[in-house]
């Protein structure tokens, strides 16, 4: 074992959280692209064939590996997939493509023994390996429960023999969805469930002599990913392992929802340093996975080679000025309520900045979520309306929504004749120096290294305080999180606004090889603000530091913020503003076009804020994602749809033509369901 890479993680989940420090995992050879160690954070997707389609997966798997892909994982649901895989394999390598294949195993131990022999990488999942689901409750003595570790260690121990002789490489992937009755009744739907179902394994391994390992903890919803993953850490180095990290938001879904999710659980773990592997899971075509992948892999590359690749990861080791942030369960700051308005129990609030915009035209606060209508004069609200507007030094020269905020610079502020619905935001030293702080709301725009200055301990403080708290470090958020745990030392429970501000054209620019210096497209940028953006405030959201954000991105549209903005609260599901899905990426063993299958539910059901539908190609995750769904659509044979509430399947096996209308039946049935408003 590297024993030196795991000293530096004593009792902790990374190596800092105060600055950029990767985790150094032992070296894993996996064909001729290594994971872990010092290599690159590598990229990989999953084929969306039938796996007996030899062409079909080759030809996918040649576009997978142009977009990118190091790794090229396929499904073996059988013995007989398992076995073509050897056919597949034969013409790729015959094409010129060398690029490692995976074997993804669910339920079948024979087949991956058969896979073993001819992939680089099998991966299993040890919810389902040797277990089944069938969601009973049983009280195990601990007799009983090392009884079933040694009936499991029978099962598996064949695969970890052959993957020995023939140098295969595995994956260990945890899922949240499909977690063993076992481990269910001893530790509960948990990260600590999700711990264990893997480590039993990896004993396992170790027994064995057999260390060629990747683990996984992957869940639909990012901050029990987040958890689990931090969890694993932990728990390997109190046992000695340090094996690479597999990271992914499985069932993430599409378009913009799948990549903010995908963001705020991967981007997350990678702000510590944690990852040495990323498979983005998008309801979408396999390709278009990779590019994301990549573009949250480059700031990492870049982060790593400003601060020196080479250095020891004891000199970023400075401990946080608290001990008490549990980063293994969700607790929300606590703060006071100011205004009755922002922090305290009120849901996180959302700025956009409007001060470059038409202030003559009150169509421009369509993209903040109000709609006006001439004849009525009037405004409607969205379920995505923000609640502050920043003006800057901008005054409107129409009336703004009655129950809209406005910010304005103190300096234009005090000048207002009508301040109803105003308020100022500060520099630290007008805050200071202010004649007048009689606004019921008071922003105060602070850094953290301001918290050490003079002027910070001259600040009044009252209850009408927010702080917008900015940051201009390459490692932002571990810079934010560090206010934070500062505030709690200093027993400070002030609301804060974190602000974040992008020059995607630079940032974008800086991650392009020097041949590759276009101009960056409108498609890109947006994308980039969505992965950042997802990263660096869902980073502290999933861990309950936050109450309100304000992305500030010139040059992206208000529309594109604001509901980036919204994205990140849902996924993080501290503000739930629409209908979540809960959709897998497909695989070969899909059972019907996920991506129609999706746009087709998501049309009907979109308008139904808060609820939670899961829809999945087959029943490897199905029933147990249903457990964090309100409804489930899952593919249970050709043409055949199981429809779930919550994780009890409610209708069985019914025609697909037939299953949307039903889905939307059981909804209505339990007074769920209402009418969409119509134009």
Same mark, same amino acid.
């Given at each position: 074992m590297?024993?030196?890479?795991?000293?530096?993680?004593?009792?902790?989940y990374?190596?800092s959280?105060?600055?950029?420090?990767?985790?150094?995992?032992?070296?894993v050879?996996i064909?001729?692209?290594?994971m872990?160690?010092?290599?690159?954070?590598?990229?990989?997707s999953?084929?969306?064939t039938?796996?007996?389609?030899?062409?079909?997966t080759?030809?996918?798997?040649?576009?997978?590996?142009?977009?990118?892909?190091?790794?090229?994982?396929?499904?073996?649901?059988?013995?007989?997939?398992?076995q073509?895989?050897?056919?597949i394999?034969?013409?790729?390598?015959?094409?010129g493509?060398?690029?490692?294949?995976?074997?993804?195993i669910?339920?079948?131990?024979?087949?991956?023994?058969?896979?073993?022999?001819?992939?680089e990488?099998?991966?299993?999942?040890?919810?389902?390996y040797?277990?089944?689901k069938?969601f009973?409750?049983?009280?195990?003595?601990?007799?009983?429960?090392?009884?079933?570790l040694?009936?499991?260690?029978?099962?598996?121990?064949?695969?970890?023999?052959?993957?020995?002789?023939?140098g295969?490489?595995?994956?260990?992937g945890?899922?949240?969805?499909?977690l063993?009755?076992?481990?269910?009744?001893?530790?509960?739907?948990?990260?600590?469930?999700?711990v264990?179902?893997a480590?039993?394994?990896m004993?396992i391994?170790?027994?064995?002599?057999?260390?060629?390992?990747?683990?996984?903890?992957?869940?639909?919803?990012?901050?029990?990913?987040?958890?689990?993953?931090?969890l694993?850490?932990?728990?390997?180095v109190?046992?000695?392992?340090?094996?690479?990290?597999?990271?992914?938001v499985?069932?993430?879904g599409d378009g913009?929802?799948?990549?903010?999710?995908?963001?705020?659980?991967?981007?997350?773990?990678?702000?510590?340093?944690?990852?040495?592997?990323?498979?983005v899971?998008?309801?979408?075509?396999p390709?278009?996975?990779?590019?994301v992948?990549?573009?949250?892999?480059?700031?990492?590359?870049?982060?790593?080679?400003?601060q020196?690749?080479?250095?020891?990861?004891d000199d970023?080791?400075?401990?946080?000025?608290?001990?008490?942030?549990?980063?293994?369960?969700?607790?929300?700051?606590?703060?006071y309520?100011?205004?009755?308005?922002?922090?305290?129990?009120?849901?996180?609030?959302?700025?956009v900045?409007?001060?470059?915009?038409?202030?003559?035209?009150p169509?421009i606060?369509?993209?903040?979520g109000?709609?006006?209508?001439?004849?009525?004069?009037?405004?409607s609200?969205?379920?995505?309306?923000?609640?502050?507007?920043?003006?800057a030094?901008?005054?409107?020269?129409?009336?703004?929504?009655?129950?809209?905020?406005?910010?304005?610079?103190y300096?234009?502020?005090?000048?207002?004749?009508?301040?109803?619905l105003?308020?100022?935001?500060?520099?630290?030293?007008?805050?200071?120096?202010?004649?007048?702080?009689?606004?019921?709301?008071?922003l105060?725009?602070?850094?953290?290294?301001?918290?050490?200055?003079?002027?910070f301990?001259?600040?009044?403080?009252?209850?009408s305080?927010?702080?917008v708290?900015?940051?201009?470090?390459?490692?932002?958020?571990?810079?934010?999180?560090?206010?934070?745990f500062?505030m709690e030392e200093l027993?400070l429970?002030?609301?804060?606004?974190?602000?974040?501000?992008?020059?995607?054209?630079?940032?974008v620019?800086?991650?392009?090889?020097?041949d590759?210096?276009?101009?960056?497209?409108?498609v890109?940028?947006?994308?980039?603000?969505?992965?950042y953006?997802?990263?660096?405030?869902? &980073?502290?959201?999933? +861990?309950?530091f936050?109450?309100? *954000?304000?992305?500030?991105?010139?040059g %992206? @549209?208000?529309? #594109?913020?604001?509901?980036?903005?919204?994205?990140?609260?849902?996924?993080?599901?501290?503000?739930?503003?629409?209908?979540e899905y809960?959709?897998?990426?497909?695989c070969?063993?899909t059972?019907?076009d996920?991506?129609?299958?999706?746009?087709m539910?998501?049309?009907?059901?979109?308008?139904?804020?808060?609820?939670?539908i899961?829809?999945?190609?087959?029943?490897?995750?199905?029933?147990?994602?249903?457990?964090?769904?309100?409804?489930?659509?899952?593919?249970?044979?050709?043409?055949k749809?199981?429809?779930?509430?919550?994780?009890?399947?409610v209708?069985?096996?019914?025609?697909s &033509?037939?299953?949307? +209308?039903?889905?939307?039946?059981? *909804?209505?049935?339990d007074?769920?369901? %209402? @009418?969409?408003l #119509?134009?």
């Amino acid at each position: 074992m590297n024993a030196d890479a795991i000293k530096v993680l004593p009792g902790r989940y990374c190596n800092s959280l105060t600055e950029y420090s990767r985790f150094v995992t032992r070296e894993v050879h996996i064909g001729d692209v290594p994971m872990g160690g010092n290599n690159p954070i590598r990229i990989q997707s999953m084929t969306t064939t039938d796996t007996m389609d030899t062409i079909g997966t080759v030809e996918q798997s040649i576009r997978m590996i142009h977009a990118g892909c190091e790794y090229v994982r396929i499904t073996a649901p059988s013995i007989k997939e398992a076995q073509n895989l050897a056919e597949i394999k034969k013409q790729l390598r015959a094409r010129g493509y060398t690029t490692p294949l995976v074997a993804d195993i669910h339920f079948t131990p024979n087949a991956a023994e058969v896979a073993a022999r001819i992939v680089e990488k099998v991966r299993v999942n040890p919810g389902n390996y040797a277990d089944k689901k069938k969601f009973d409750q049983i009280d195990y003595t601990d007799a009983e429960y090392q009884n079933e570790l040694e009936r499991i260690y029978q099962k598996f121990s064949p695969l970890v023999k052959v993957c020995k002789e023939y140098g295969t490489a595995m994956r260990i992937g945890t899922n949240h969805g499909s977690l063993s009755d076992r481990i269910m009744s001893r530790y509960g739907d948990t990260p600590q469930g999700m711990v264990e179902s893997a480590m039993e394994f990896m004993r396992i391994c170790e027994m064995l002599n057999y260390y060629e390992l990747v683990i996984s903890m992957k869940s639909s919803n990012p901050q029990v990913m987040v958890q689990a993953y931090r969890l694993l850490v932990e728990t390997m180095v109190a046992e000695g392992m340090n094996y690479p990290l597999h990271l992914g938001v499985t069932e993430a879904g599409d378009g913009e929802d799948g990549r903010i999710k995908s963001a705020v659980g991967i981007g997350t773990l990678l702000e510590d340093g944690l990852g040495d592997t990323v498979r983005v899971s998008l309801t979408e075509e396999p390709e278009a996975e990779a590019p994301v992948a990549i573009a949250l892999v480059n700031r990492y590359v870049a982060r790593r080679e400003a601060q020196g690749a080479g250095r020891n990861a004891d000199d970023a080791n400075r401990q946080p000025p608290t001990a008490s942030h549990n980063p293994y369960a969700y607790n929300k700051r606590e703060t006071y309520e100011a205004n009755a308005f922002i922090g305290g129990h009120m849901v996180p609030r959302v700025v956009v900045d409007l001060s470059h915009s038409n202030l003559k035209d009150p169509a421009i606060l369509t993209n903040a979520g109000y709609i006006y209508s001439p004849l009525l004069d009037k405004y409607s609200m969205g379920e995505q309306s923000v609640d502050f507007v920043y003006l800057a030094d901008e005054l409107p020269s129409f009336n703004l929504p009655g129950n809209l905020k406005q910010l304005y610079n103190y300096s234009t502020w005090q000048k207002l004749a009508d301040k109803t619905l105003c308020h100022p935001v500060f520099s630290l030293q007008e805050y200071i120096n202010a004649e007048d702080r009689t606004s019921n709301l008071n922003l105060v725009r602070i850094k953290n290294t301001d918290v050490e200055s003079e002027e910070f301990a001259l600040l009044p403080m009252d209850k009408s305080l927010v702080f917008v708290l900015e940051t201009d470090e390459l490692h932002g958020m571990a810079d934010q999180r560090l206010f934070f745990f500062k505030m709690e030392e200093l027993g400070l429970d002030v609301p804060v606004i974190i602000k974040r501000s992008y020059n995607l054209n630079l940032e974008v620019g800086s991650q392009k090889s020097d041949d590759d210096q276009r101009t960056t497209s409108d498609v890109e940028r947006t994308t980039n603000l969505q992965l950042y953006s997802s990263t660096d405030l869902g &980073a502290l959201l999933v +861990d309950g530091f936050g109450d309100g *954000i304000w992305i500030d991105a010139p040059g %992206i @549209e208000t529309k #594109t913020i604001t509901s980036t903005a919204f994205g990140i609260l849902q996924a993080t599901r501290s503000r739930i503003s629409k209908t979540e899905y809960i959709s897998c990426p497909s695989c070969g063993r899909t059972l019907f076009d996920l991506m129609i299958t999706t746009q087709m539910i998501r049309s009907r059901t979109s308008h139904l804020k808060g609820l939670k539908i899961g829809i999945m190609g087959c029943i490897v995750n199905g029933p147990g994602e249903m457990a964090d769904a309100d409804y489930g659509y899952v593919g249970s044979g050709t043409d055949k749809v199981t429809l779930y509430r919550g994780k009890e399947a409610v209708k069985k096996n019914i025609s697909s &033509a037939n299953a949307l +209308d039903e889905l939307i039946g059981i *909804i209505r049935e339990d007074g769920n369901w %209402i @009418e969409p408003l #119509t134009d």
